[in-house]
């Protein structure tokens, strides 16, 4: 090849490797654009562009992959091939990504905590949970440990979703209301495992980013969301016995505050004996 033709694949490698980047990234601003608030805007489109990352790009490499083998005899693709494979499979990629989709979750997190947090603090220890993990990344180089962070940044995700889920399906909230505005027991779902399942994913989240930072200061400072979520489940419980009485009474019996194992068992058990 000559120097032009070198160029012109260099172009071409360039815009292979970044065009899902750049997809994802058109989508998440025009996707904010629906919000006129300028903050929310910024947290819609960090997530969405976390989330859609997460998604095309291992299915942009999937679809490469299959489209090199119909066409591996031709060598100028076997270049691109070669390098494009080199990026998406380098650890770097996947600990980048890895880390965008945390500090998406977080956002998401935050956000969807804000009207639950009753001290700022919670709050705030919470952002410096996710730098911890982005600036001491696997500090001890314990690959285990980081992979069951990753699980349980899912695992906090399912519980948030599928607390919201439920609310807004069977809370009887009003119209024009916040899902959080129930004006009926919630007890199915997840709801059948722990009676705070929105605290619970914070409580999951910041053990999850302490196993994906795993240094000690991740440890000292996730003490403090981890009681103000706690406390806030306690605290609300109280308010929930005024508001529903007796059944809220037999409903804590029942199920945990917040320990999801304790609470899985009790459900395995229960359904069991039925």
């Known amino acids: 090849m000559d120097g032009m033709d070198e160029i012109i694949l260099f172009l071409i490698v360039i815009l292979w490797m970044s065009a899902p980047f750049l997809f994802s990234f058109v989508l998440a601003i025009i ?25 095309i790009v291992p299915c942009y490499y999937a679809s490469f992959s299959v489209i090199f083998s119909e066409h591996q005899q031709y060598p100028s693709f076997q270049i691109i091939w070669d390098y494009v494979r080199f990026f998406y499979t380098s650890p770097f990629l996947i600990r980048l990504l890895a880390v965008t989709w945390v500090i998406g979750l977080s956002i998401f997190l935050l956000d969807y905590f804000k009207k639950h947090l009753t001290k700022r603090a919670g ?11 982005v600036l001491f990344f696997n500090h ?7 992979y069951c962070g990753f699980v349980l940044v899912g695992l906090s995700l399912m519980m ?42 914070g409580i999951v989240l910041v053990l999850a980013l302490t196993l994906i930072s795993q240094h000690w200061l991740s440890v000292v400072i996730g003490t403090m969301p981890v009681t103000i979520f706690y406390v806030d489940a306690w605290e609300e419980d109280k308010s929930l016995v005024d508001k529903f009485g007796e059944d809220y009474r037999i409903y804590m019996h029942r199920v945990p505050r917040v ?8 459900l395995l058990l229960k359904r069991k004996e039925d």
């Not at 904010?32 to 998604?55: D, Y």
């Not at 119209?175 to 004006?183: A, E, P, R």
């Not at 320990?259 to 009790?266: E, R, T, Y």
């Open 140 to 146: 001890l180089g314990l690959t285990v440990l980081e």
């Open 259 to 266: 320990n999801v194992i304790i609470g899985v068992l009790k």
């Open 123 to 133: 709050g705030v220890s919470i952002l410096l949970e996710v730098v911890f993990a």
């Open 31 to 55: 996707v904010g654009n629906f919000f006129e608030e300028r903050g929310k805007r910024f947290k819609v489109r960090m997530i969405t562009w976390s989330v859609l990352l997460s998604v």
């Open 160 to 201: 948030g979703w599928l607390a919201r889920l439920e609310f807004t399906k069977k809370g009887g909230v009003p119209k024009g209301k916040s899902y959080i505005n129930t004006t009926v027991l919630v007890k199915s779902g997840i709801y059948a495992v722990v009676r705070h399942p929105m605290y619970t994913s």
